[in-house]
Nanobody
């Protein structure tokens, strides 16, 4: 089992920045990838960014050039640096991970971007 705990959400004005963190914990796990999803009110959860164990990153078109995903493998932590935030980035951001057997989700952290 892998537990994921996010932090770093909050309220920010449009054009501002936030950094989200997600710490993975458990016994003897190896992660195929770590990712960030978000869910806006009334919308489906969508993939924002993913970082694989091979070091490959991918992003939703809507955040390319503004968001950066990175990992600190020694700390089992994944980050999402968000810049030039827009009101449409508002939502609950979830950390997601896969250990080659199961998928895991964090509890989510709220990001609100005011115009």
């Amino acid at each position: 089992q892998v537990q994921l705990v996010e932090s770093g959400g909050g309220l920010v004005q449009a054009g501002g920045s936030l950094r989200l963190s997600c710490v993975a914990s458990g016994r003897g796990f190896s992660l195929r990838y770590m990712a960030w999803y978000r869910q806006a009110p009334g919308k489906q959860r969508e993939l924002v960014a993913r970082d694989t164990s091979a070091g490959e990153t991918s992003y939703a078109d809507s955040v390319k050039g503004r968001f950066t995903i990175s990992r600190n493998n020694a700390k089992n932590t994944v980050y999402l640096q968000m810049t030039t935030l827009k009101p449409e980035d508002t939502g609950v951001y979830y950390c997601n991970a896969d250990d080659y057997r199961l998928q895991y989700w964090g509890q989510g952290t709220q990001v609100t971007v005011s115009s």
